[in-house]
């Protein structure tokens, strides 16, 4: 079979999901651990998605290149129970690396392509109401121990979502692109895990995917084998075993809430692997995890 009819053929085959997917929104949490080699593989991606008619909306991490700077500037940054504490300093350093640089990196990267979109933070538009994070009842509800004085400074959490912005944007066939930082009702600037910020997106938006972009295959178990699929009781009791552990489990959490604010499906996947995207949303094989109710 020559290239052209195979490239027919693997068309043809992929139109089922094209039309399954036409006009719904995909919520895409692009990771920071995912290198910057990667990014143009990613875009390429996300073009294609929104050639066929789907519509991405786009958060992005970026706690490998937040340490990095703060490196560089000589800025020590603590952790308490696997959390970065973010006072004034390290949060100047976070709102400027997402906001000023890798988002306006995605946004170039999509530009060239001669296709729209916008960069905006949570704060904008009041896309992203924060609050406080509740470090004490983090620690009791995953059973960590930690000094009672202990406090994360700037580190928020989602308190609610207004996706007006985003539905104006998709109505104007723009990508949103959006830094995971939000605001306080006191006008406070807060520092939100990705994951989490992709997650309430998602439910807000009602979205028919979540997909969470990261530089592992998915969910493993406990002799490094990839579990193609999870409903949420089989994941909470692989929290409670261990095989689901470390940096692994606020995505999982992430994505059983996300299923419960009206997420059709979320899915854990390698976002390294070239055409990750479309392996995902456009064959029948996928790759990584699936996470379902």
Same mark, same amino acid.
């Given at each position: 079979?020559?290239?052209?009819?195979?490239?027919?053929?693997?068309?043809?085959?992929?139109?089922?999901?094209?039309?399954?997917?036409?006009?719904?929104?995909?919520?895409? &949490?692009?990771?920071?651990?995912?290198?910057?080699?990667?990014?143009?593989?990613?875009?390429?991606?996300?073009?294609?998605?929104?050639?066929?008619?789907?519509?991405?909306?786009?958060?992005?991490?970026?706690?490998?290149?937040?340490?990095?700077?703060?490196?560089?500037?000589?800025?020590?940054?603590?952790?308490?129970?696997?959390?970065?504490?973010?006072?004034?300093?390290?949060?100047?350093?976070?709102?400027?690396?997402?906001?000023?640089?890798?988002?306006?990196?995605?946004?170039? +990267?999509?530009?060239?392509?001669?296709?729209?979109?916008?960069?905006?933070?949570?704060?904008?538009?009041?896309?992203?109401?924060?609050? &406080?994070?509740?470090?004490?009842?983090?620690?009791?509800?995953?059973?960590?121990?930690?000094?009672?004085?202990?406090?994360?400074?700037?580190?928020?959490?989602?308190?609610?979502?207004?996706?007006?912005?985003?539905?104006?944007?998709?109505?104007?066939? /723009?990508?949103?692109?959006?830094?995971?930082?939000?605001?306080?009702?006191?006008?406070?600037?807060?520092?939100? #895990?990705?994951?989490?910020?992709?997650?309430?997106?998602?439910?807000?938006?009602?979205?028919?995917?979540?997909?969470?972009?990261?530089?592992?295959?998915?969910?493993?178990?406990?002799?490094?084998?990839?579990?193609?699929?999870?409903? &949420?009781?089989?994941?909470?009791?692989?929290?409670?075993?261990?095989?689901?552990? +470390?940096?692994?489990?606020?995505?999982?959490?992430?994505?059983?809430?996300?299923?419960?604010?009206?997420?059709? &499906?979320?899915? /854990?996947? #390698?976002?390294?692997?070239?055409?990750?995207?479309?392996?995902?949303?456009?064959?029948?094989?996928?790759?990584?995890?699936?996470?379902?109710?």
């Amino acid at each position: 079979m020559n290239s052209s009819a195979q490239r027919a053929e693997i068309l043809v085959e992929a139109l089922p999901y094209i039309e399954a997917f036409h006009g719904k929104t995909v919520v895409v &949490k692009y990771g920071g651990s995912i290198a910057n080699e990667d990014l143009a593989n990613f875009v390429r991606d996300l073009i294609l998605m929104k050639y066929v008619g789907i519509k991405p909306v786009v958060v992005h991490g970026g706690g490998p290149q937040i340490q990095e700077h703060l490196d560089s500037l000589g800025i020590k940054s603590d952790f308490v129970a696997g959390l970065r504490v973010t006072d004034e300093r390290v949060m100047e350093v976070v709102e400027m690396v997402l906001v000023g640089k890798i988002n306006q990196q995605i946004v170039t +990267s999509i530009n060239k392509h001669q296709m729209e979109t916008v960069g905006l933070s949570g704060k904008e538009g009041k896309l992203i109401k924060a609050k &406080k994070f509740d470090l004490q009842k983090f620690a009791t509800e995953h059973k960590i121990d930690i000094p009672e004085d202990s406090d994360l400074g700037y580190v928020g959490e989602v308190q609610e979502v207004n996706p007006e912005l985003i539905k104006m944007l998709e109505g104007k066939d /723009i990508i949103p692109i959006i830094a995971p930082i939000g605001a306080g009702e006191d006008g406070t600037t807060y520092n939100i #895990n990705a994951d989490h910020a992709a997650g309430k997106i998602a439910g807000a938006l009602r979205a028919a995917k979540l997909i969470l972009l990261t530089n592992v295959d998915g969910i493993l178990d406990k002799k490094g084998d990839l579990i193609s699929s999870v409903t &949420k009781r089989q994941a909470k009791k692989f929290i409670r075993n261990g095989t689901i552990n +470390s940096g692994m489990i606020p995505k999982v959490m992430c994505a059983l809430e996300a299923l419960e604010e009206g997420v059709e &499906k979320v899915h /854990i996947i #390698n976002g390294t692997v070239k055409r990750a995207l479309i392996l995902e949303l456009l064959t029948d094989s996928g790759i990584g995890t699936e996470i379902t109710l």
